[in-house]
């Protein structure tokens, strides 16, 4: 089955910098990406996604990168802010298959103001 | 619009017992899927509803089943609880039409004693 690698675990910056995180897919059947944010004691929160045939999309300061060759991902955040703190979740899915998500292990930001 | 309802909030059970665990998806879904999230873990996939079949399984054993109704709620039932069953359930829905998206729920915090 699809196994989905995530990197860092955790990642501290200084409010303004950027983000990068950063996951690996196994399946090359897999053909969509989303990215959640999830705060402490709150559900996932569906922040963007990208689909196999784009190669990057963009929403305001969050974007996110597909290499399909590689079969990596990544979700890059511009300007952080305080209120981007919180753990970050890759997941991957073939559509085909009933759209079971298979998720990565999660990164802990942490914004300094 | 509500969104993605569960319930209850939180429950504590002890070994051996069963439990049963609600969800309604947001308005204009018909696909809900489940999900184990461990703590400090990214969520694991369950099973699949779609037009009051399972669809689709994880790796999960029988002691967890599960039931849609015809207005697209969804129960997740588990058996013979053990303490390793201690989770964050979540569950998420899908647009009509086979939709990308899956949007969560605020979760059932299970503790089992």
């Known amino acids: 089955g699809e196994n989905v690698e995530q990197h860092p675990s955790t990642l501290s910056v200084q409010e303004g910098d950027s983000a990068v995180i950063k996951c690996t897919y196994s399946d090359s059947a897999s053909n969509y990406f989303p990215w959640y944010k999830q705060e402490l004691g709150k559900r996932p929160q569906l922040i963007i996604d990208i689909r196999s045939n784009v190669g990057e999309k963009k929403d305001q300061r969050i974007a996110v990168t597909l290499n399909k060759t590689a079969k990596h991902f990544s979700l890059h955040i511009t300007e952080t802010q305080p209120e981007d703190s919180a753990v970050y979740f890759c997941a991957a899915s073939m559509r085909d298959a009933g759209n079971m998500l298979t998720f990565g292990g999660g990164t802990r930001l942490m914004v300094k103001p | ?113």
């Open chain 2, 1 to 113: 619009d509500a969104g993605v309802t569960q319930s209850p909030t939180h429950l504590i059970k002890t070994r051996g017992q069963q439990v049963t665990l609600r969800c309604s998806p947001k308005s204009g879904h018909d696909t809900v899927s489940w999900y184990q999230q461990a703590l400090g873990q990214g969520p694991q996939f369950i099973f699949q509803y779609y037009e009051e079949e399972e669809r689709q399984r994880g790796n999960f054993p029988d002691r967890f089943s599960g039931h849609q109704f015809p207005n697209y709620s969804s129960e997740l039932n588990v058996n013979a609880l053990l303490l390793g069953d201690s989770a964050l359930y979540l569950c998420a829905s899908t647009p009509w039409g086979g939709g990308y998206e899956q949007y969560f729920g605020p979760g059932t915090r299970l503790t089992v004693t």
